[in-house]
């Protein structure tokens, strides 16, 4: 069965403190690995995705990168906007619908 | 473009009642999902359409849960008798079928 493990479940940081959100997968034949942002009240958006070990995507203070077995989403000196869950999700060879990871709720202190 | 709309945004119902909640996806999009999203257990998926037509309710809890898309622009997905144990947020979300999903704001249901 495919899985997609995140960690840590929350993160505070100081405003300018860099770190790291993991995501490991089992997924057989990965298709495409995914980052979304979830706001309160509000539905997942579409950050990146994620086609092959050693590929990175960067947007603004956030950047994705890609292993056979995890991915990392890296937060260059965030500020409080960034604020938010961090979804990860994959997607197999088989094209069966994104399996979500449970996320990682990030909190950015000013 | 609008994006996904869903309606309601929130339900408060009792136990045993009949619970419709609504989406429109967005115009063009061929694929449709239903996600339920509690603390414990994240978003789930429930049921996905392709073309209007259900490809896979794997997900969907038990019987008492059913959806359907009668046209491109319209799906609903019902539960009837709902539980307390049903609570939780409910997404709609379409796609061109990449993996990129549009979400919906959500349904916040709360069964008493």
């Known amino acids: 069965e495919d899985q997609v493990t995140q960690s840590p479940e929350a993160l505070r940081l100081q405003e300018g403190e860099s770190s790291s959100l993991n995501c490991s997968y089992t997924?057989?034949?990965?298709?495409?690995l995914f980052w979304y942002r979830q706001d309160p009240g509000k539905g997942p958006e579409f950050l990146f995705t994620?086609?092959?070990a050693g590929e990175e995507k960067e947007k603004e203070r956030l950047k994705a990168t890609l292993t056979k077995k995890e991915s990392f989403l890296h937060i260059t000196a965030p500020k409080p906007e960034d604020s938010a869950t961090y979804l990860c999700a994959a997607i197999n060879s088989g094209n069966t619908p994104l399996v979500f990871g449970k996320g990682t709720r990030l909190s950015v202190i000013a | 473009d609008a994006g996904v709309i869903q309606s309601p945004r929130h339900e408060v119902t009792e136990m045993g009642q009949e619970v419709t909640l609504r989406c429109k996806p967005i115009s063009g999009h061929n694929s449709l999902f239903w996600y339920r999203q509690t603390m414990m257990r994240g978003l789930e998926l429930l049921i996905y359409f392709n073309n209007n037509v259900p490809i896979d309710d794997s997900g969907m809890p038990e019987d008492r849960f059913s959806a359907k898309m009668p046209n491109a622009s319209f799906s609903t997905l019902k539960i009837q008798p709902s539980e307390p144990r049903d609570s939780a947020v409910y997404f709609c979300?379409?796609?061109?079928?990449?993996?990129?999903?549009?979400f919906g704001e959500g349904s916040r249901l709360t069964v008493l």
């Open positions: 979300a379409s796609s061109l079928g990449t993996g990129e999903l549009f």
């Open positions: 994620l086609y092959s």
């Open positions: 997924v057989s034949g990965l298709r495409g």
